[in-house]
C-alpha cells in the first residue's frame, strides 16, 4: 500500500499539476553545467521538503515553488550528504584505476569477484543510513543528522523490521520508475515525489514506533528525530 500511495498521494494536492511541471522545468535542466547542479540542489531541496510534509501529514503534500532560494539552501547539505556517502567509492575505484595494473592477476581476479557483492552490500547500507539522516534531517533541519552514524546505526538497530520495510518499499518504487523510464520526463519528475512519501511514511511510523515505547522524551542518544513542527512547507 505503501508503494501504491507513493504514486496516488499527489492528486490529493489542489495544485499538483503546476507543481510537477515546476519540478519537470528542473528535471529538464539537470544536464547542464552548472544550471544542472543549482538544479539538483533544487530537487534535493524539494525532497525534503516533501518528506517533511508527510511526517507531519501536510493537507498539500507537494510544497509550494515560492521560495527557490530557501529550496537551494536546504538542498546543499543533502548533496553534501550524497557525496559523503559515495566517497568510499569514489576512493575505491580511483585507487583501482591507480594501482590496478600493479597487483596481480590472482588478486585482480579475486577483487572482481567480491567487488560486486561488496559494492550492493556498502550500498544498501549506505542509502539505510542516508535515509534516517535525512528524516533527521526534515524534521529539524540541522545538517548534523546525516553525520551521526553511531546513532543511526543504534536507531537502525532497534528498528531494523521498520527499515527493511522502508527499503523494500524504496526498491519496488525504484523498480516502478524504471518501468517509466521510457517516458523519461514521467519517470524522472516521479522520483523525488514517490521517494519522498516512503521516507515521509517511514518517518511517521518509527516516531509513532518511539512514542509506544515511550522514548521519545528519553535521553536516548538515539532519539534525534524529533516531532515534525505544526507548520508544514507550503
Known amino acids: 500500500m505503501t508503494v501504491i500511495r507513493a504514486f496516488t498521494y499527489i492528486f490529493s494536492d489542489r495544485r499538483f499539476r503546476s507543481k510537477l511541471t515546476s519540478l519537470a522545468v528542473f528535471v529538464l535542466l539537470?544536464?547542464?553545467?552548472?544550471?544542472?547542479?543549482?538544479?539538483?540542489?533544487?530537487?534535493?531541496?524539494?525532497?525534503?521538503?516533501?518528506?517533511h510534509n508527510i511526517s507531519a501529514d501536510s493537507p498539500n503534500p507537494l510544497p509550494d515553488w515560492d521560495h527557490i532560494g530557501a529550496i537551494i539552501g536546504k538542498g546543499i547539505p543533502v548533496l553534501l550528504a550524497l557525496i559523503v556517502y559515495h566517497l568510499p567509492l569514489l576512493l575505491a575505484a580511483a585507487l583501482l584505476a591507480v594501482f590496478g595494473d600493479s597487483l596481480g592477476l590472482g588478486l585482480m581476479t579475486g577483487l572482481n569477484t567480491i567487488a560486486p557483492v561488496a559494492l550492493l552490500l556498502y550500498s544498501l547500507a549506505a542509502w539505510c543510513l542516508w535515509m534516517l539522516g535525512l528524516v533527521g534531517y526534515a524534521e529539524s533541519w540541522e545538517a548534523d543528522g546525516f553525520y551521526q552514524f553511531d546513532q543511526a546505526l543504534r536507531m537502525l538497530q532497534c528498528n531494523a523490521p521498520l527499515a527493511v520495510e522502508w527499503l523494500v518499499s524504496a526498491l519496488l518504487v525504484n523498480a516502478l520508475l524504471l518501468l517509466l523510464m521510457p517516458v523519461f520526463l514521467m519517470g524522472a519528475c516521479l522520483m523525488m515525489p514517490s521517494h519522498g512519501y516512503v521516507t515521509g511514511a517511514y518517518a511517521r511510523r518509527l516516531r509513532a514506533a518511539r512514542l509506544a515505547e515511550g522514548t521519545e522524551q528519553t535521553a536516548d542518544p538515539a532519539s534525534f528525530l524529533r516531532r515534525p513542527s505544526a507548520e508544514a512547507v507550503v
Open 30 to 51: 539537470l544536464p547542464f553545467p552548472i544550471i544542472g547542479l543549482v538544479s539538483l540542489c533544487i530537487l534535493l531541496g524539494y525532497l525534503a521538503n516533501i518528506v
